[in-house]
């Protein structure tokens, strides 16, 4: 705030109406005659709407209606998102356009508007939109245009550090997945006649369905989107009982139990059940792998379905194109390497140390994104933070 103070050096801040400052303007319908889905030599003019970053790109025109800087404002949907334009383009429905009538640094002005972006009180009876009625009378701070550019240079460099950090740390998230990816497969290869292969019909035991009629219990159920693909944990569950219990609420799951994912089974929603979760329901949508003890060990069948070998089979028996699945007996006819379980705890050991580490790292980049993500809205708050 003190920076703030040496900036205005003693200046008062106007604080004018959207109104005052911009014309806003609604956009209008689909230029038809000059309209292309794809990008050409010809139309190379976005055609905008509403919606976050590249998903507001409706098509491609070659009659620009917004030729200087501007913002726009989703009218509906993501209602109040805010994007900084400075490239022509053509709004359509659903996409409101404050064009500077005031001598302005617009991107100062874009910057503060996302402070506010959450904050818009829209009815909610009907369909939620937002409208000029309602932004018209929302009021900008005006410093003088020197300390505009000053906070406007700063916020920049703020932000691109901030998405410079995040490249980095996703590009070494993605070069760990890989790296774990390819000792995983390369620990649990074995060739044929170096240790028996047997499916995992062959090693797993038989598993039991819910009996409904008389029972009062209720029970925590997993269903196809509780799984984590990211961490192959469960997330969410509901609480079912007889009465409201979904059609394919069927499966008993207990402790060690592996289950896979046969709808939509390339998305490879896997995991291992816990003591937590044992003796709850999983859905039919699930294969779940019981294993012997006696030849295998749990982890050994989760971490095998890991691996780039058995997403290859899946995809090879899936089918359907709507909605794909491999079948149970699918899942079963595959086959693993068994090697003694004396070998399968030292690999699996291995396997773990990879995970954790890997894991560690998934669940760190999301919490780092978001401290700086916090971080630079607090510097850009205050940086934006002028007495009315």
Do not use: H
């Not at 700063?154 to 740390?169: G, K, N, R, V």
């Not at 008389?214 to 009465?243: F, G, H, K």
């Not at 359907?320 to 004396?342: N, R, W």
């Amino acid at each position: 705030m003190s920076y703030l103070d040496t900036l205005l050096q003693g200046v008062e801040v106007e604080w004018k109406t959207l109104v005052t400052v911009f014309d806003i303007i609604a956009g209008g319908d689909v230029p038809k005659e000059a309209f292309s889905e794809i990008e050409t030599e010809e139309f190379k003019i976005p055609i905008l709407s509403n919606g976050i970053e590249n998903k507001a790109l409706y098509g491609w025109t070659n009659i620009p209606k917004i030729n200087k800087s501007s913002l726009t404002i989703s009218a509906r949907g993501t209602i109040g998102w805010t994007s900084y334009r400075d490239k022509p383009f053509f709004p359509i429905v659903r996409l409101l356009v404050l064009t500077p009538k005031i001598e302005l640094n617009t991107k100062f002005a874009y910057y503060y508007m996302k402070i506010i972006e959450n904050n818009y009180n829209v009815p909610q009876n009907g369909i939620p939109q937002l409208t000029k009625p309602m932004v018209k009378d929302i009021l900008l701070p005006i410093p003088p245009l020197s300390v505009q550019k000053e906070i406007v240079r700063i916020l920049d460099s703020f932000t691109e550090l901030t998405a410079e950090l995040t490249a980095e740390l996703t590009a070494e998230l993605t070069a760990r997945k890989k790296q774990y990816s390819y000792y995983r497969d390369r620990l649990l290869n074995f060739e044929e006649g170096e240790v028996e292969w047997k499916s995992l019909g062959e090693i797993t035991l038989q598993t039991n369905n819910v009996r409904w009629r008389d029972n009062n219990r209720t029970y925590r159920y997993i269903d196809l989107t509780s799984v984590s693909r990211d961490n192959n944990s469960i997330i969410e569950t509901i609480e079912i009982n007889a009465e409201t219990a979904p059609s394919r609420a069927q499966k008993l799951v207990l402790k060690n139990d592996v289950i896979f994912a046969t709808t939509r089974p390339t998305q490879q929603r896997l995991c291992l059940i816990n003591e937590e979760y044992s003796g709850e329901i999983a859905s039919t949508g699930y294969c779940v792998l019981r294993v012997d003890v006696q030849i295998v060990l749990p982890k050994w069948i989760f971490f095998y379905l890991t691996t780039t070998d058995f997403k290859k089979y899946v995809e090879e028996n899936q089918s359907g194109s709507a909605y794909p699945a491999i079948s149970d007996v699918k899942v079963k006819e595959y086959k693993i390497p068994i090697p003694s379980i004396e070998e399968q705890s030292r690999i699996v050991a291995i396997l773990d140390k990879f995970d954790t580490l890997t894991t560690s790292i998934s669940e760190g980049l999301p919490k780092e994104i978001e401290f700086r993500k916090k971080q630079y809205e607090y510097y850009r708050d205050l940086l934006l933070t002028f007495n009315p």
